[in-house]
């Protein structure tokens, strides 16, 4: 243990250990950061004080967080969500319950040190019965080092971890076993280290350069290195406290943001000059902006997400969103193995999985994201009451949103529908009437469960097109009827007007039934619209000639509306014959 100790110091340099020198180098490195050849140290804090690189983290680390990260437990070839697991609570609900540290702020936390630091560290707590995690507390990564030590029962290297925790104002040094280390690790280069590669260290010269930039800028604007302007008098002061004077006499009446826009008197031949903007500050303003790119290019993200949108435009936006899940996904990765690694048993591990719902990744507008979840319902990839969920809505009463759609006019290549003969007779099964006596659609021949599920649906969605388009044409007679002159024009031309439309509404599930019960691909659906509206054409001459103009307006409205439904059953009825 001491041997863990030793290293602990040694790796993290401190002025309590003598072995140190106290060189100019050293003593930066110990207060301030690694130093740079620009002269800027890099540290945790000079590095998060430069905005692109707060932002680049902030961004991996809150994405990373917010999405949910749940415990599975396999069933067959599938998977149900094991809610009774402790992995289930730490990564989704309370991490550390003692310190009401949530899973996400444990989450951002730890990445945002992966990001930053090359590791994140968190001590996961167990049980002491029976070893179970009961909380993940995050370590401080610039005082927490990995190495190896013998056990002595099996004389096997394993891996452990050396780490100070503040107790107080003092700070105690633990060591911890490898199993109890939630690590996530950035990129390894070293054979014999289990330590991520520090970008701090790495790229101290490119963060420095940036560093330093904005600080040149801020040192400008405080000492204000380039006068704003230029004033020129006819005359020599006469010593160096009147020009002072007089510089402060300026100053006082038009520095400062309450004297803003104040008029200039001049006299005795003054003049002011104004001093424009050099070459030397143009580069300076590029400068900056190519030092964001460089954060960009340093963390995988694209420009735009750190609010420079020189280079990108609304197509390359989208490109760039999608290219940022593939960096983004590591993190993920990372998250997923390692808590499985060290939340689960050896033997839960070949029956759970830990895993992100990247769907929760995936942001588009509200008519795309209703259309993608329709073209989904309608084929049967999820469910009415899973699509809901998406909607953050509670499922349908008693399982009506549980049953999976299938569109009935797809089917395996090669494979044909089954049917049976026809009862004697040409009888339909007793199921085949509906609660109004009427028949349905497609009942001439007994058929499979399948096949008469299909047909059923059919029927369903052919009178369901029936009734929406008889409406339609029922509204429209009634605003015509208003005008004795323009129904007659109307209702001449109704079988024409209306006739495509009609056909259009109920071909797809009049192709269906025509398949389904006698393998053909022909569809009477035009004749069926054009029988369809010659008996509405009928049953408003007969309306007209039983009433006068003027009654009739009422006379559609109160009586041809109310046929809907049966027309629907006479339209069902005549496809049967």
Same mark, same amino acid.
């Given at each position: 243990?001491?041997?863990?100790?030793?290293?602990?110091?040694?790796?993290?340099?401190?002025?309590?250990?003598?072995?140190?020198?106290?060189?100019?180098?050293?003593?930066?490195?110990?207060?301030?950061?690694?130093?740079?050849?620009?002269?800027?140290?890099?540290?945790?804090?000079?590095?998060?004080?430069?905005?692109?690189?707060?932002?680049?983290?902030?961004?991996?680390?809150?994405?990373?967080?917010?999405?949910?990260?749940?415990?599975?437990?396999?069933?067959?070839? +599938?998977?149900?969500?094991?809610? %009774?697991?402790?992995?289930?609570?730490?990564?989704?609900?309370?991490?550390?319950?003692?310190?009401? =540290?949530?899973?996400?702020?444990?989450?951002?936390?730890?990445?945002?040190?992966?990001?930053?630091?090359?590791?994140?560290?968190?001590?996961?707590?167990?049980?002491?019965?029976? +070893?179970?995690?009961?909380?993940?507390?995050?370590?401080?990564?610039?005082?927490?080092?990995?190495?190896?030590?013998?056990?002595?029962?099996?004389?096997?290297?394993?891996?452990?971890?050396?780490?100070?925790?503040?107790?107080?104002?003092?700070?105690?040094?633990?060591?911890?076993?490898?199993?109890?280390?939630?690590?996530?690790?950035?990129?390894?280069?070293?054979?014999?280290?289990?330590?991520?590669?520090?970008? =701090?260290?790495? &790229?101290?010269?490119?963060?420095?350069?940036?560093?330093? @930039?904005?600080? &040149?800028?801020?040192?400008?604007?405080?000492?204000?290195?380039?006068?704003?302007?230029?004033?020129?008098?006819?005359?020599?002061?006469?010593?160096?406290?009147?020009?002072?004077?007089?510089?402060?006499?300026?100053?006082?009446?038009?520095?400062?943001? %309450?004297?803003?826009?104040?008029?200039?008197?001049?006299?005795?031949?003054?003049?002011?000059?104004?001093?424009?903007?050099?070459?030397?500050?143009?580069?300076?303003?590029?400068?900056?902006?190519?030092?964001?790119?460089?954060?960009?290019?340093?963390?995988?993200?694209?420009?735009?997400?750190?609010?420079?949108?020189?280079?990108?435009?609304?197509?390359?936006?989208?490109?760039?969103?999608?290219?940022?899940?593939?960096e983004l996904d590591p993190h993920l990765v990372q998250w997923e193995k390692e808590s499985e690694l060290k939340l689960l048993t050896?033997?839960?591990?070949?029956?759970?999985?830990?895993?992100?719902?990247?769907?929760?990744?995936?942001?588009?507008?509200?008519?795309?994201?209703?259309?993608?979840?329709?073209?989904?319902?309608?084929?049967?990839?999820?469910?009415?009451?899973?699509a809901r969920s998406v909607k953050n809505l509670n499922p349908l009463p008693e399982g009506a949103g549980q049953a999976y759609r299938?569109?009935?006019?797809?089917?395996?290549?090669?494979?044909?529908?089954? &049917?049976? %003969?026809?009862?004697?007779? @040409?009888?339909p099964p007793p199921d085949a009437s509906d609660d109004r006596g009427g028949r349905r659609i497609g009942f001439t021949a007994r058929?499979?469960?399948?096949?008469?599920?299909?047909?059923?649906?059919?029927?369903?969605?052919?009178?369901?097109?029936?009734?929406?388009?008889?409406?339609?044409? @029922?509204?429209?007679?009634?605003?015509?009827?208003?005008?004795?002159?323009?129904?007659?024009?109307?209702?001449?031309?109704?079988?024409?007007?209306?006739?495509?439309?009609?056909?259009?509404?109920?071909?797809?599930?009049?192709?269906?039934?025509?398949? &389904?019960?006698?393998?053909?691909?022909?569809?009477?659906?035009?004749?069926?619209?054009?029988?369809?509206?010659?008996?509405?054409?009928?049953?408003?001459?007969?309306?007209? @000639?039983?009433?006068?103009?003027? +009654?009739?307006?009422?006379?559609?409205?109160?009586?041809?509306?109310?046929?809907?439904?049966?027309?629907?059953?006479?339209?069902?009825?005549?496809?049967?014959?």
């Amino acid at each position: 243990m001491q041997g863990v100790i030793d290293l602990l110091m040694q790796t993290r340099a401190t002025l309590e250990n003598p072995s140190t020198p106290l060189t100019s180098a050293n003593i930066e490195k110990i207060l301030g950061g690694e130093p740079s050849r620009t002269g800027v140290s890099v540290s945790t804090e000079s590095a998060i004080s430069w905005p692109p690189v707060l932002r680049a983290i902030m961004k991996l680390a809150r994405d990373t967080a917010r999405l949910s990260l749940h415990t599975y437990r396999r069933e067959g070839e +599938g998977k149900q969500r094991a809610a %009774e697991h402790p992995a289930e609570t730490l990564l989704n609900g309370l991490a550390l319950e003692a310190w009401q =540290l949530k899973s996400y702020d444990l989450r951002q936390t730890l990445t945002a040190h992966m990001v930053l630091r090359g590791n994140g560290y968190g001590w996961i707590l167990r049980d002491s019965l029976t +070893g179970r995690p009961t909380g993940i507390r995050p370590l401080d990564p610039t005082a927490t080092v990995t190495g190896y030590q013998i056990d002595r029962d099996t004389g096997e290297r394993e891996l452990i971890y050396a780490t100070k925790i503040p107790v107080g104002r003092e700070s105690m040094t633990l060591t911890l076993h490898g199993r109890d280390v939630l690590h996530l690790r950035g990129l390894c280069l070293s054979s014999d280290s289990n330590m991520g590669l520090d970008p =701090l260290d790495a &790229l101290k010269d490119a963060l420095g350069l940036g560093i330093a @930039g904005q600080r &040149l800028v801020a040192v400008q604007f405080e000492n204000n290195n380039r006068p704003g302007m230029v004033i020129t008098v006819p005359y020599r002061f006469k010593d160096q406290e009147a020009v002072e004077e007089f510089r402060a006499r300026w100053g006082d009446i038009h520095s400062g943001l %309450e004297n803003a826009g104040r008029p200039a008197i001049l006299e005795s031949g003054a003049t002011v000059s104004p001093v424009a903007i050099t070459n030397r500050d143009t580069q300076l303003l590029e400068s900056r902006q190519f030092d964001a790119r460089q954060v960009s290019n340093i963390f995988g993200l694209p420009i735009y997400l750190l609010a420079d949108p020189t280079t990108t435009s609304f197509a390359s936006v989208e490109q760039m969103a999608l290219s940022y899940r593939d960096e983004l996904d590591p993190h993920l990765v990372q998250w997923e193995k390692e808590s499985e690694l060290k939340l689960l048993t050896a033997d839960e591990r070949a029956t759970h999985v830990i895993e992100h719902s990247r769907h929760q990744l995936i942001r588009t507008d509200v008519k795309t994201q209703s259309d993608v979840l329709i073209n989904e319902v309608n084929n049967g990839l999820v469910n009415v009451d899973e699509a809901r969920s998406v909607k953050n809505l509670n499922p349908l009463p008693e399982g009506a949103g549980q049953a999976y759609r299938q569109p009935l006019n797809i089917g395996l290549v090669g494979q044909t529908v089954p &049917l049976e %003969e026809p009862a004697a007779g @040409g009888e339909p099964p007793p199921d085949a009437s509906d609660d109004r006596g009427g028949r349905r659609i497609g009942f001439t021949a007994r058929s499979t469960d399948t096949t008469g599920r299909a047909l059923q649906a059919a029927h369903n969605v052919l009178a369901r097109q029936v009734r929406v388009s008889v409406a339609h044409i @029922g509204h429209a007679a009634v605003r015509k009827s208003r005008d004795s002159r323009a129904f007659w024009r109307w209702l001449e031309r109704i079988e024409e007007d209306y006739h495509h439309r009609l056909h259009d509404a109920i071909q797809p599930a009049v192709k269906v039934c025509d398949y &389904l019960l006698h393998g053909s691909t022909q569809t009477a659906s035009d004749h069926l619209a054009r029988v369809m509206l010659g008996k509405m054409k009928r049953d408003l001459l007969d309306l007209a @000639g039983q009433v006068t103009a003027e +009654g009739l307006a009422g006379a559609v409205e109160e009586q041809f509306l109310q046929r809907a439904d049966q027309t629907a059953t006479a339209l069902a009825g005549c496809y049967s014959t």
